[in-house]
């Protein structure tokens, strides 16, 4: 599986950006798609996720303002980001995780830059 994601840009502080992440073949129904980010000289962290059946899951400094949806039909996960902050500066990955016997598999998009000026 190969992912490819897009979206990311320059904005000011409390504006919006929608990220893309589109991936090679299908999308399973088992899939848990997740949007992580990570900046300067921090570990790569979770955003949000979400599962087959459309449950979803943020971090907490989400506080409302992401959301996570999924096409299967188009394979496509995305990420709408409101009220942007400058903290929010960081590279985004979309990933892939596929549930597997005996191990799930990981995927990984090649990342997105998103800077939010003050």
């Known amino acids: 599986v190969q992912l490819q994601a897009s979206g990311g840009g320059l904005v000011q502080t409390g504006g919006s950006l929608r990220l893309s992440c589109s991936a090679s073949?299908?999308?399973?129904?088992?899939?848990?798609m997740g949007w992580y980010r990570q900046a300067p000289g921090n570990q790569r962290e979770l955003v949000a996720s979400?599962?087959?059946?459309?449950?979803?899951n943020y971090a907490d400094f989400v506080e409302g303002r992401f959301t996570i949806s999924r096409d299967n039909a188009k394979s496509m996960v995305h990420l709408q980001m409101n009220s942007l902050k400058p903290e929010d500066t960081a590279v985004y990955y979309c990933e892939l995780a596929r549930p597997g016997v005996p191990v799930w598999g990981f995927y990984w998009g090649q990342g997105t830059l998103v800077t939010v000026s003050s």
């Open positions: 073949g299908s999308i399973f129904g088992g899939d848990v």
């Open positions: 979400i599962a087959s059946g459309g449950s979803t």
